[in-house]
C-alpha cells in the first residue's frame, strides 16, 4: 500500500537538504499520485488543490497582461468564471466553437474533451496546428478514453475530484505537461505561490486510480445504455452523449419540469458534481442561466446497476 505522509517537514540530513524538506516545496504522497498520473497520460503531472485551482496557477505561468485565451464554448461553466476574476489582471477570453479552428491572435488555447455539460468534442488536430500552447480538460474524458499529449495537446487539466479520486470525498486538480520545461516552470511558480494540493487528497487520488479503468468503463456503459433509454422516452427532447465517459445531458420542456425531475429521483442524487461512484444529476441552469436550456439535466453515471438507475430516472421522467 502507497503510506501517506501528512509531515510538513522532513529533516536535513548531515546539514545537506533531501528531496522533501518543506511541504510547500513537494511531498512524497503527492509526488507518489504524481507519478502515477503522468503515466496515465504520458507526461509531467502537477497537483493542485482544485480543478479551478489547477486552471488558475496553468494561466498565471503561461500568460502576461494583455494576452487572450480562446476558450471552448459551452465548457465547464466555472472555468470562464475563473478567467473572468483574472480580467482584472489584464487577461482577455475570446470564446469559440472547439469543433473548428481556434481564433488567430491568442496566446493560449482552452479546450475541452467532451464539453460540461454540452458534450461536444474539440477539433484537436486543428488546435494543435495553432502556434499558441493547447490545454485540454480532460476532466470527463479521463485517460481511460483520452490522452490529449498524444495529439499534439501541450497540457491536460484534470479536476482530480471527479473521476480520478472518484467518490466523491477528495478536491484536487492536476495538470500534465508535455515538456519538462514547461513543468518545471509550472512546479517553481506552485511552490512560491503556495497553490499547493496537501497530502490526503492526493493519496485518495492515488487509491482511485487503482479502479480508475474500472469504474470509468462502467460508467461509460451505463451512460450508454441510460442515453439510449432517454432518447426513447416521450418527455425527452435532446440526448447529448458522445459516448466518451460517465457524463451525459438531456433537455425536457422547461425548468419547472427538470426541476421536478431532480427531486423526484431516489437512487440517483441531485448534487452538483460529477465522476463518482453515486450517480448525480442536476438542472443546470440555476447556476449556468441562460447559457443553457432551461430544461437540461446534466446525469454523472454511478456504479449502480443499470436497470435500477433508469426504472429510478423513469419514475421521475413521469
Ligand atoms: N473542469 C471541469 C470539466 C469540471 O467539471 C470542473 C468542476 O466541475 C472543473 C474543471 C473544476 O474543478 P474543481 O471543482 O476540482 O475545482
Redo the contacts with the bound molecule.
Keep these: 500500500m502507497d503510506p501517506l505522509d501528512r509531515s510538513t517537514i522532513w529533516p536535513h540530513e548531515q546539514g545537506e537538504v533531501r528531496d522533501f524538506y518543506y511541504q510547500r516545496f513537494g511531498s512524497p504522497t503527492v509526488a507518489a499520485a504524481e507519478a502515477a498520473l503522468g503515466e496515465l497520460d504520458g507526461g509531467t503531472a502537477l497537483l493542485f488543490p482544485?480543478?479551478?485551482?489547477a486552471?488558475t496557477a496553468l494561466v498565471l505561468s503561461l500568460l502576461e497582461p494583455g494576452n487572450t485565451i480562446a476558450l471552448a464554448r459551452g465548457?465547464?461553466y466555472?472555468?470562464g468564471v475563473a478567467f473572468a476574476a483574472l480580467e482584472s489582471w489584464g487577461l482577455s477570453i475570446a470564446e469559440f466553437d472547439q469543433t473548428g479552428p481556434p481564433p488567430e491572435d491568442v496566446q493560449l488555447v482552452w479546450l475541452?474533451a467532451p464539453t460540461?455539460p454540452y458534450l461536444t468534442m474539440p477539433d484537436l488536430a486543428a488546435a494543435a496546428a495553432h502556434p499558441a500552447p493547447v490545454v485540454v480538460?480532460a476532466?470527463?474524458a479521463t485517460p481511460v478514453h483520452l490522452r490529449p499529449l498524444e495529439h499534439g495537446a501541450d497540457f491536460v487539466?484534470h479536476?482530480?475530484?471527479?473521476y480520478l479520486a472518484g467518490h466523491d470525498d477528495a478536491?484536487?486538480?492536476a495538470v500534465v505537461c508535455r515538456a519538462d520545461t514547461a513543468a518545471e516552470e509550472l512546479r517553481t511558480l506552485r511552490s512560491s505561490t503556495g497553490i499547493v494540493a496537501a497530502p490526503d487528497p492526493a493519496w485518495l487520488m492515488l487509491r482511485g486510480l487503482k479502479t480508475l479503468e474500472l469504474r470509468v468503463r462502467r460508467q461509460t456503459e451505463t451512460a450508454g445504455f441510460l442515453a439510449g433509454r432517454l432518447r426513447a422516452h416521450p418527455a425527452v427532447e435532446t440526448v447529448r452523449y458522445p459516448g466518451l465517459g460517465g457524463l451525459l445531458s438531456f433537455d425536457v420542456a422547461d425548468a419547472e419540469t427538470a426541476r421536478k425531475i431532480e427531486t423526484s429521483t431516489r437512487v440517483i442524487v441531485n448534487a452538483s458534481?460529477?465522476g463518482g461512484v453515486t450517480s448525480l444529476i442536476e438542472s443546470r441552469s440555476r447556476w449556468e442561466g441562460d447559457r443553457v436550456p432551461p430544461g437540461l439535466l446534466r446525469l454523472s453515471a454511478g456504479l449502480e446497476d443499470r436497470e435500477t438507475l433508469w426504472a429510478d430516472l423513469k419514475q421521475a421522467l413521469g
Design positions: 482544485s480543478g479551478a485551482g486552471t465548457g465547464y466555472g472555468t475541452e460540461n480538460d476532466t470527463v487539466l479536476s482530480a475530484t471527479k478536491l484536487l486538480g458534481s460529477l
